[in-house]
């Protein structure tokens, strides 16, 4: 099987992210054209439900299926991989099954009661088969992430958005005409059809390989997995803790938004609108290059963990600056952007640009946001996990009590929901350098963040003498992708300049090797 170095497994991994990232934009896009305001709203008030939901179903183990599987490949111990995954399996499924029945029985109360809106019911009952299918994804993702191969799973992300965005235009158009919420259903359809035909793909990678057969005494795999179990757990219900305050998190948003706006006195149908442009048109844009953190951060786990048994503290800082380093780079163009041209942006995207005032004070705190992913992961890589799960419950109790706080007050309303999500990110960063400089004396090099900070400053420059001079000229599409496009480029020089990439990391790339 093809294993990767850290920084191969990463481009690997942001290469397929950059490609779903762009498909996933024209599949919301659709959805957003199709459906409206409104639409998307009950369309985002169901995911996070299905979150919250998925991760009780997987109990953190991904990380650990991941770091068990790398050390066990390390002295060639094909049975207890095999150990593993079957382990992980059994859990999963059964977790899922029983998540699967619960998440049908309470979407009524979950519909009418919490979310305010009983529309949203027929969505939240349409997305509960992905469950299952995404439990034994995780566990096929582990897998090949501790093998170290990304190829399988960057695969098999195209191909769900491939699917996806093939379906979801005929199943939305399909029940369009029996209400916003069956079409919301519809979106939801897609996204299950583009899980299964993924996770068929990476079966049939898996199968192929034959390093593994499952069947073959799989009952009695479980019955003796106890130790397995421990193993996998010391490292899986730190991570769940972490996980399940997140999504406990974003389960809560839009019941505790819902609930503020109608203190407030917003209608339900307007509270609704609202919601839908926060997070299905803003959020999106923010959230654009976690696809590279995340990318970094799944690569870096397994490095950091090898780096730390082999107590090469000098690489694992190497490790962190080299992923704080990337993530900024990364994060710093599109906070530019953002507030620069956000009207433009969602106008093009979505034909409006009402929610621009969202986009412009959330962007330069949302810069934080794209170093904390690779943050999360080096914590969890050194067995930290725990102060990283108190470093996301301060955040989120932040986020709540300032929510609470501003959206039930009319002259904020939604508003106070983006200051809220601001203030919640700013802190949980912070406090993740906190610990690592606690735990191993970690800090960002000071030449370094004077580094950052130029590059957000000339950039910001540049970005500001094209925006002046887009606006003298004829508003359209194609000019305002040509002033993107000689933004882009100058911020690139930037980087180079500045050495935000080295040669070395250059040389890692196979199109550069020779050159």
């Given at each position: 099987?093809?294993?990767?170095?850290?920084?191969?497994?990463?481009?690997?991994?942001?290469?397929?992210?950059?490609?779903?990232?762009?498909?996933?934009?024209?599949?919301?896009?659709?959805?957003?054209?199709?459906?409206?305001?409104?639409?998307?709203?009950?369309?985002?008030?169901?995911?996070?439900?299905?979150?919250?939901?998925?991760?009780?179903?997987?109990?953190?183990?991904?990380?650990?299926?991941?770091?068990?599987?790398?050390?066990?490949?390390?002295?060639?111990?094909?049975?207890?991989?095999?150990?593993?995954?079957?382990?992980?399996?059994?859990?999963?499924?059964?977790?899922?099954?029983?998540?699967?029945?619960?998440?049908?029985?309470?979407a009524p109360y979950l519909a009418s009661t919490l979310l305010t809106d009983s529309r949203s019911m027929l969505p939240l009952i349409a997305i509960t088969p992905i469950?299952?299918?995404?439990?034994?994804?995780?566990?096929?993702?582990?897998?090949?992430?501790?093998?170290?191969?990304?190829?399988?799973?960057?695969?098999?992300?195209?191909?769900?958005?491939?699917?996806?965005?093939?379906?979801?235009?005929?199943?939305?158009?399909?029940?369009?005409?029996?209400?916003?919420?069956?079409?919301?259903?519809?979106?939801?359809?897609?996204?299950?059809?583009?899980?299964?035909?993924?996770?068929?793909?990476?079966?049939?990678?898996?199968?192929?390989?034959?390093?593994?057969?499952?069947?073959?005494?799989?009952?009695?795999?479980?019955?003796?997995?106890?130790?397995?179990?421990?193993?996998?757990?010391?490292?899986?219900?730190?991570?769940?803790?972490?996980?399940?305050?997140g999504s406990i998190s974003n389960f809560l948003d839009p019941i505790l938004v819902f609930q503020s706006l109608?203190?407030?006195?917003?209608?339900?149908?307007?509270?609704?609108?609202?919601?839908?442009?926060?997070?299905?048109?803003?959020?999106?844009?923010?959230?654009?290059?976690?696809?590279?953190?995340?990318?970094?951060?799944?690569?870096?786990?397994?490095?950091?963990?090898?780096?730390?048994?082999?107590?090469?503290?000098?690489?694992?800082?190497?490790?962190?600056?080299?992923?704080?380093?990337?993530?900024?780079?990364?994060?710093?163009?599109?906070?530019?952007?953002?507030?620069?041209?956000?009207?433009?942006?969602?106008?093009?995207?979505?034909?409006?640009?009402?929610?621009?005032?969202?986009?412009?004070?959330?962007?330069?705190?949302?810069?934080?946001?794209?170093?904390?992913?690779?943050?999360?992961?080096?914590?969890?890589?050194?067995?930290?996990?725990?102060?990283?799960?108190?470093?996301?419950?301060?955040?989120?109790?932040?986020?709540?009590?300032?929510?609470?706080?501003?959206?039930?007050?009319?002259?904020?309303?939604?508003?106070?929901?983006?200051?809220?999500?601001?203030?919640?990110?700013?802190?949980?960063?912070?406090?993740?350098?906190?610990?690592?400089?606690?735990?191993?004396?970690?800090?960002?090099?000071?030449?370094?963040?004077?580094?950052?900070?130029?590059?957000?400053?000339?950039?910001?420059?540049?970005?500001?003498?094209?925006?002046?001079?887009?606006?003298?000229?004829?508003?359209?599409?194609?000019?305002?992708?040509?002033?993107?496009?000689?933004?882009?480029?100058?911020?690139?020089?930037?980087?180079?300049?500045?050495?935000?990439?080295?040669?070395?990391?250059?040389?890692?790339?196979?199109?550069?090797?020779?050159?």
């Open positions: 099987m093809t294993k990767q170095t850290f920084l191969q497994g990463a481009i690997i991994l942001i290469i397929a992210g950059m490609i779903t990232r762009f498909m996933g934009f024209i599949n919301r896009i659709v959805v957003a054209r199709l459906m409206g305001e409104e639409g998307v709203g009950l369309y985002m008030m169901a995911l996070p439900t299905l979150f919250l939901v998925m991760t009780l179903t997987q109990l953190g183990l991904p990380v650990a299926i991941s770091k068990r599987v790398a050390e066990a490949d390390a002295v060639n111990d094909q049975s207890k991989i095999k150990k593993i995954v079957i382990v992980s399996l059994a859990i999963t499924l059964l977790s899922s099954v029983l998540f699967t029945i619960l998440l049908a029985f309470g469950i299952p299918i995404a439990a034994v994804s995780a566990v096929i993702r582990g897998y090949f992430q501790g093998k170290q191969n990304m190829k399988p799973q960057s695969y098999a992300q195209v191909i769900e958005q491939v699917v996806r965005i093939a379906c979801v235009a005929f199943f939305v158009n399909l029940l369009l005409p029996y209400g916003v919420e069956y079409a919301a259903a519809g979106a939801m359809f897609s996204v299950i059809l583009g899980e299964l035909i993924s996770l068929m793909y990476m079966l049939y990678v898996f199968k192929r390989k034959k390093t593994l057969k499952l069947r073959s005494r799989f009952f009695s795999y479980v019955k003796s997995g106890q130790t397995v179990l421990r193993e996998l757990f010391s490292i899986a219900l730190p991570s769940l803790g972490s996980r399940m305050i109608a203190m407030a006195g917003v209608s339900s149908s307007l509270a609704t609108k609202q919601y839908g442009e926060l997070t299905g048109y803003v959020m999106p844009l923010l959230f654009l290059p976690t696809f590279i953190t995340h990318s970094l951060s799944v690569a870096l786990v397994p490095s950091i963990a090898e780096a730390e048994a082999n107590q090469n503290r000098k690489l694992i800082h190497y490790r962190i600056h080299q992923s704080i380093r990337i993530s900024f780079a990364s994060g710093a163009i599109s906070t530019v952007v953002l507030s620069l041209f956000s009207v433009q942006l969602l106008t093009y995207m979505y034909g409006t640009g009402n929610a621009s005032h969202y986009l412009v004070l959330m962007a330069p705190f949302f810069l934080l946001l794209y170093i904390q992913s690779p943050l999360q992961a080096t914590l969890q890589a050194l067995d930290l996990a725990r102060p990283a799960m108190w470093n996301s419950l301060i955040g989120v109790v932040l986020k709540s009590v300032v929510l609470l706080a501003l959206a039930t007050n009319p002259n904020f309303g939604i508003m106070g929901a983006a200051i809220a999500i601001s203030a919640g990110v700013v802190v949980v960063t912070l406090l993740h350098l906190a610990v690592l400089y606690k735990a191993i004396g970690y800090a960002i090099p000071l030449l370094d963040a004077c580094k950052m900070i130029v590059l957000l400053f000339l950039s910001w420059m540049v970005g500001s003498y094209l925006k002046n001079i887009l606006e003298t000229m004829d508003s359209n599409l194609m000019t305002f992708l040509l002033v993107l496009f000689v933004f882009i480029v100058v911020y690139l020089v930037l980087i180079f300049a500045l050495k935000f990439i080295t040669k070395e990391e250059l040389r890692q790339i196979p199109f550069f090797r020779k050159r």
